[in-house]
Structure formats: structure tokens, C-alpha cells
């Protein structure tokens, strides 16, 4: 059963003035540019793609933390977008994050048990702190300590915690292991998919590590400059991966054999600007595909079903690099 359905979504941001307000607007920035994607109830979407393409501002837009230019959310059938400030308070206890920055989205000045009891108050609920903390594997003790007592991981465990306090069925996982050691991430990522298992979660995991993906992830999506350009199961995207993009992400993938070799794929430059995106195929400035002709430069390909399930915006996605 379809949990979330994200149709034709976008998130442009108005391009400021030029010195003091005069002048001409500049070009507006395309954070999220037409993203189409379901996500079945139970199950784990990851999004993947470099530092700049839109995936945080998805996830956020998502949730209505900000608000759309256009497009539409379908959270359980109920359209996020067109609820009023009453019915989508309602509608959040249902839909929770868990942020980037473990420190950064704690009150310093509260509490570990402060900070969990206020989403419980605030929807009218009952429920332990205690067991709460346990849940997530921290001991009761952790209760009367401030966030600068905490190590990385154990503030991401509080994070965590507080998104599960209000008993959601949606969780954006918003780079949550990103700024935590790599023992740590193990733990935490184990965390999560236990989690799931135990409350039946559905997760939009947000990342820019396609390794970290591959241990959570049931889908995943591939996002570059605003725009989904592969989407596939798990286990395709890692075998059979159709867009030279995904193919470049996954040739900086380490390998865990200390003497195999691998051939990477270097990109040139960097992720362009999202106010000033490449006519045609955007990714064509940077894309190593021998076909890369006059085709890519002005004709924006769509994406498009290759095999049934595996989807991709290039023209060549059928080829072999």
C-alpha cells in the first residue's frame, strides 16, 4: 500500500536583487524541479546525490516545514499541501524528521528529558521518557543531561528518540549518520532498521553515500540538480546501474579489500548552480558517456522506464558505458 506520494514537486526559491534592492531579480534557484516518487508503507526510500541537489529541501518541502511553488504531497491519501494549520498539526505527529546536525537540532538549554516530553505535550500525549531512551539504547540516566554532555551519537540517539515520542508512520532521515564516526554509524543505522522492523516505519533516508544506503534502503532514488535521474530496487541500482551518474557514485564506493582494484570515475567541476541549471540533460557538462553529443546539450531526456521497476533520465540508458 502506497504511504506517501510525491507528485511533479517543486521548490524554487526567488532570486534576490541585485545592490540595495535594485535592479533586475536574479535567476530563481531550482532547488527541487518536478520530483515524482511513491513510497510503500514499511518500507525505505533512500535519496542519494551530491552536496547542492536538492535532496534536504525535498525531504523538508515534503513535510511542509517549508512550502512548495507547486506539486503535490499525498501523505496516506491526505493532500499535505491543502490542510489548514489545525488538521496539519494533526497530520505531523504522523510525519517526523530526524535532522542532519545532532547538536545543532537540540535546545542546549533543555534537557534530554525536557526535550522528549515536549513533542508529548504539545499532541496531548502520555509516555515514558524512560522507555523511550531504552528504545533507542540509552540508559535513564541520560534523562537529566544537556546536549553538551552527550557524544555525537548518543545526541543522534535523543534525535531520534524525539521523532519516535509522537508514535509517526513517516520518518525523513535527513543525513542522520553523516556527522558521526564510522562504528557509529553502524549502530545507528542498525538502530533504525530495528526500529522499523519493530514499529513498521516507512523512512526517506536522505544521503550522500550510496555504501550507507545500500545497508537500509528497499529503493533508491538518484537525485542530481533538482531532478530524480535514476530510480530503481536496491539491488538493481547496485548491479545494473543505467545512469553514468549513479555509476559515478558508485565508482567512489570504497572497496572493504585493502589490495582490489576499481576503476573510478572521475567527474569533472563541480555540481552546477541550481539558478543557472545546463540547457538540455543538466548532468551533461560532467557526464563521461562516449555518446555525449549535441542531443544532450539541448534535449532534456525524460525519465523514463528501461526495465520494468528501473527507471532513468539519459538518452543512452539502454547502453553500456
Known amino acids: 500500500m502506497t504511504l ?6 517543486v521548490k524554487h526559491y526567488a532570486g534576490e536583487r541585485s545592490w540595495f534592492g535594485l535592479g533586475r ?17 514499511g518500507r525505505t526510500l533512500g535519496l542519494v546525490g551530491e552536496s547542492g541537489s536538492g535532496k534536504t529541501t525535498l525531504g523538508r518541502t515534503m513535510l511542509r516545514l ?23 498539526r494533526g497530520l505531523r505527529r504522523r510525519m517526523q524528521i530526524v535532522f542532519q546536525d545532532p547538536y545543532g537540532s537540540l ?49 543522534q540517539r535523543v534525535g531520534i528518540a524525539r521523532a519516535l515520542s509522537v508514535e509517526p508512520q513517516f ?17 545507528v543505522l542498525n538502530l533504525l532498521a530495528d526500529l522499523q522492523g519493530k514499529r513498521r516505519l516507512t523512512y526517506l533516508f536522505i544521503a550522500h ?10 529503493d533508491v532514488a538518484v537525485m542530481y540538480l533538482g531532478k530524480i535521474v535514476e530510480r530503481a530496487p536496491a539491488a538493481e541500482i547496485y548491479t545494473q546501474p543505467r545512469h553514468p551518474y549513479t555509476r559515478a557514485l558508485l565508482s567512489a ?17 563541480d555540481i552546477p548552480s541550481p539558478a543557472h541549471p545546463p540547457s538540455g540533460c ?17 534535449e532534456p531526456p525524460p525519465l523514463r522506464t528501461i526495465t520494468p521497476g528501473h527507471d532513468a533520465a539519459c538518452h543512452y540508458a539502454e547502453e553500456p558505458m
Open 4 to 9: 506517501v506520494d510525491v507528485h511533479d514537486l
Open 25 to 41: 531579480p536574479r535567476a530563481p534557484v531550482r532547488a527541487v524541479d518536478g520530483v515524482s516518487f511513491t513510497i510503500a508503507a
Open 66 to 88: 517549508q512550502e512548495p511553488t507547486s506539486g503535490t504531497v499525498l501523505f496516506d491519501d491526505n493532500d499535505v499541501f491543502a490542510l489548514d494549520a489545525a488538521r496539519l
Open 107 to 155: 535546545n542546549p538549554r533543555m534537557t534530554v528529558e525536557d526535550t522528549l516530553r515536549e513533542p508529548l505535550e504539545i499532541h496531548g500525549l502520555k509516555g515514558a521518557v524512560a522507555a523511550l531512551l531504552d528504545e533507542v539504547g540509552l540508559d535513564a540516566a541520560f534523562a537529566k543531561r544537556y546536549p553538551h554532555e552527550l557524544s555525537g551519537g548518543q545526541r
Open 171 to 187: 520518518i525523513v532521515c535527513d543525513e542522520p549518520v553523516s556527522a558521526l564516526d564510522v562504528s557509529v554509524q553502524a549502530q
Open 209 to 218: 553515500d550510496l555504501a550507507v544506503v545500500r545497508h537500509i534502503a528497499d
Open 253 to 269: 564506493v570504497p572497496e572493504p579489500t585493502p589490495h582490489a582494484t576499481k576503476q573510478r570515475i572521475l567527474l569533472p567541476g
Open 282 to 298: 543538466p548532468f551533461h557538462p560532467r557526464c563521461p558517456h562516449p555518446r555525449k553529443n549535441e542531443r544532450c546539450r539541448t
